[in-house]
């Protein structure tokens, strides 16, 4: 039996969507998933779109400046750069939530931070080093924060992941599911100075890489060659543009959860991944108030249209079960900063 979806979205509107035109909207698109590890990347852009390099590098200049793009930038895999992460949700008093989300959000470990309209109302992503103590430090945070109770809720089983907004149709494109990377290794001092330099926000240049060259004495070729051999190893998932979804337009959020039987729990999740749709698909521990085992990410213009793929997925993979939980409020939505010095 399906849980009836919540209600109405709370909590401050992001502003009103900035005027695109379509060349802006091809140029989201591209630095989504197509942005290139060269030493002049928006003249190779340019190129692709029929336009000068600086023309790119002025409306990805307007997009920043207007807040469509939240970022540009290296984006790693936790645990293969050496960190643990979980997803946590708490169960907080009403009355307490706001603060109780600015405490969580103040922790410099935590990259995603969301209000949804659930018992379980506060929901983040935690990662840290492996050598600290992630139960510990999430229990220090469930206390601070007054939560009654509260799940740690890990990736046992990666499905899908990776967003990519369809500015052009106003869909989620969201890549093909990936089956898992060669085994974890240990990462040298040059590996971590390449994470700490690639993280960081790409300048909107004519040459950007240049300067993440010299503050790690390489040659801009020797960096670009690097970061395309971390990426090939999946220690960098990819270097790509990341887009504010509700500013871009896509503003219901939907994260669905399902109750599947333990039999043949990946075929499903795989099932589910396979929808374009689904941005994030992972399996995840249950427990006794919390029977859900595969959670599936939908962004979508609206809660009509998140709600039709959910229960197409429902009808067409047999599963009945599930419940919808929309986000009402991002608190905090940036990367963590590995390795930080």
């Excluded at 979205?9 to 802006?24: K, M, S, T, V």
């Excluded at 992630?134 to 799940?151: F, I, N, Q, S």
């Excluded at 046992?156 to 106003?170: P, S």
């Excluded at 229960?311 to 009402?328: C, D, N, P, Q």
Aim: charged share 25%.
């Amino acid at each position: 039996m399906t849980e009836p979806a919540p209600g109405g979205a709370r909590g401050p509107a992001e502003g009103a969507a900035p005027a695109l035109d379509a060349l802006d909207r091809r140029l989201l698109n591209l630095v989504q998933s197509e942005f290139p590890l060269v030493p002049q990347p928006f003249a190779a852009l340019g190129e692709k779109l029929g336009v000068a390099e600086s023309e790119v590098i002025e409306r990805l200049r307007a997009a920043r400046d207007s807040g469509v793009l939240r970022s540009l930038s290296a984006i790693f895999d936790a645990y293969r750069v050496g960190y643990r992460s979980t997803l946590v949700c708490l169960s907080v008093p009403e009355e307490r939530l706001e603060g109780a989300a600015a405490a969580v959000s103040a922790h410099p470990g935590v990259s995603h931070n969301y209000g949804r309209e659930h018992e379980y109302n506060l929901w983040f992503v935690l990662a840290l080093p492996r050598e600290r103590d992630l139960e510990a430090e999430v229990a220090d945070l469930a206390r601070r924060t007054g939560a009654t109770k509260y799940h740690l809720l890990p990736n046992l089983k990666l499905y899908k992941i990776g967003v990519e907004y369809d500015v052009e149709e106003g869909e989620n494109r969201a890549q093909r599911p990936r089956r898992p990377g060669g085994p974890r290794r240990e990462l040298t001092e040059g590996d971590m100075a390449l994470v700490r330099v690639l993280q960081e926000e790409l300048p909107l240049e004519g040459r950007p890489f240049a300067q993440p060259a010299r503050d790690v004495g390489m040659t801009e070729d020797a960096l670009l060659s690097r970061a395309a051999a971390l990426q090939e190893e999946g220690i960098m998932r990819r270097f790509a543009a990341v887009i504010r979804h509700r500013i871009a337009g896509f503003a219901a959020n939907g994260m669905t959860c399902w109750i599947v039987p333990e039999e043949g729990i990946d075929e499903i999740g795989y099932r589910f991944a396979a929808y374009p749709q689904v941005s994030h698909c992972y399996r995840r521990p249950t427990y006794d108030d919390w029977p859900y085992a595969i959670f599936t990410m939908i962004h979508a213009m609206t809660r009509e249209k998140c709600e039709e793929t959910v229960r197409k997925m429902a009808a067409e993979i047999g599963i009945g079960t599930y419940t919808v939980l929309y986000s009402h409020t991002e608190y905090k939505k940036e990367r963590v900063k590995y390795y930080a010095q």
